[in-house]
């Protein structure tokens, strides 16, 4: 997938996980501190402010865990997984601190607890323990996919690169083991004089002309690859002969790579 399209993508699902989030908060008018404000422009622009803050937390979350911690971790590199882990669990209550009680509740007049203050232990808990279950184990799934899909491509790649080298492999052998062999039965049907010999040079110029402008291409026609196998054993048997089974075991591999590819 191109860079623009993945970006494009992510920005679509966070702007739908955001909408989900958001929408339904405003039209419920979920938020205790908001209870008795009534439907207003002002109150639409506060749930806006405080879903897309809480929104930050959880995109933090996400890219930290799926760019840093799970590589680190299934690179086995353990103490920069730990230190990175844990300074995202530092990050997240201080950031949820700083948002609630030095933004929401001056500037909005949103108060998560209702007056009161919640403990220290509780608040880093509940910060750190709404976080792991959501959106860091989504950054370890969303790693694991894409790790699978890059390799799964990356092994395709490299598949269809060495079907591309065997088959170069096998043309730079098929040209020359073939002309020898067949300039070799030709000069032996110009010594018997026989007069299959100004036949079997037009089956050889239309032979090598169909290998050089056709067998380049990326697809291969079946029929053409099976009239090219017949009209070489008709060529080796018009000079009363079998045909080389290294000639023909060649072709056979580079119709059939032809033919993959």
């Not at 860079?3 to 702007?15: D, P, Q, T």
């Not at 207003?40 to 799926?66: D, E, H, I, Q």
């Not at 026989?194 to 380049?216: G, I, N, T, W």
């Not at 045909?243 to 032809?258: E, G």
């Amino acid at each position: 997938m191109k860079k623009k399209y993945k970006i494009g993508l992510h920005i679509l699902i966070w702007l739908l996980v955001f909408l989900n989030d958001f929408f339904p908060k405003y039209l419920n008018n979920s938020f205790r501190s908001y209870a008795n404000s009534g439907s207003s422009p002002l109150l639409l622009f506060n749930y806006f402010l405080v879903c897309l803050g809480y929104l930050g937390s959880s995109l933090v979350s996400f890219y930290t865990t799926a760019n840093l911690i799970a590589p680190s971790f299934f690179n086995k590199k353990w103490l920069k997984g730990i230190l990175f882990t844990c300074l995202l669990f530092i990050f997240i209550p201080s950031y949820r601190y700083l948002l609630e009680f030095h933004f929401f509740l001056p500037y909005l007049g949103f108060d998560n607890y209702f007056g009161g203050k919640p403990e220290v232990s509780w608040y880093i808990q509940n910060s750190i323990l709404y976080t792991f279950y959501s959106y860091f184990i989504y950054g370890f799934i969303y790693f694991i996919v894409t790790e699978w899909y890059t390799n799964n491509r990356k092994q395709k790649e490299l598949e269809k690169e060495k079907i591309t080298a065997e088959l170069a492999f096998l043309k730079s052998q098929i040209n020359p083991h073939f002309l020898f062999n067949t300039l070799n039965d030709i000069y032996a049907l110009t010594y018997r004089k026989s007069d299959e010999a100004p036949a079997a040079v037009l089956k050889l110029s239309d032979l090598l002309r169909y290998m050089l402008k056709e067998s380049d291409d990326k697809f291969a026609d079946l029929q053409k690859e099976i009239d090219y196998l017949k009209n070489v054993i008709d060529f080796f048997r018009s000079g009363k002969k079998e045909p080389h089974l290294s000639n023909l075991t060649l072709m056979a591999k580079l119709a059939n790579n032809r033919l993959l590819h």
